[in-house]
């Protein structure tokens, strides 16, 4: 469970990269959930929730908020965005990793002023898998 929520986390970061390249982020205080649903899975887990500061060069260079793939283990994820499309305030792709573990999926972010939603559906060996994302500015880094 823990190598497939590293991996999910990793998707969702490479997505929300190239997003943001593409859409942009205000810089300040950002407050991000995370939803997510096994197949046939029947335990609801949690919304996971953290905060962060975006600085207003990580807000011009959106590569720099990726997350480590490796969830701080040193390990390696090969997962890549494609067909990226924008088309107003929405932004689509497709994903690919072939390791840590095979698996495909699609997402789709929506815009707004001060606030994001989206979801992401993952395929793998052990089943699928869903996301529902939200996140809104909070206000200036405080720091």
């Known amino acids: 469970m823990t190598i497939r929520l590293t991996v999910l986390l990793t998707l969702l970061a490479v997505a929300t990269a190239g997003l943001m390249a593409q859409g942009g982020i205000r810089p300040g205080r950002w407050e991000t959930s995370v939803q997510m649903e096994m197949a046939g899975s029947p335990v609801q887990m949690p919304a996971m929730k953290s905060t962060r500061c975006v600085t207003p060069e990580q807000a011009k260079d959106p590569s720099s908020l990726q997350a480590d793939p490796s969830g701080g283990r040193g390990g390696k ?18 994903i690919t990793c072939s390791s840590p573990q095979p698996m495909t999926g699609t997402g789709e972010m929506t815009f707004a002023d001060d606030t994001y939603t989206g979801t992401m559906k993952m395929n793998m060996a052990q089943g699928a898998v869903s996301m529902k994302m939200e996140g809104k500015r909070l206000g200036d880094c405080t720091n």
Request: net charge positive; aromatic share 6%.
């Open 77 to 94: 994820s090969d997962c890549k965005a494609s067909d990226q499309k924008m088309s107003g305030n929405t932004v689509s792709w497709k």
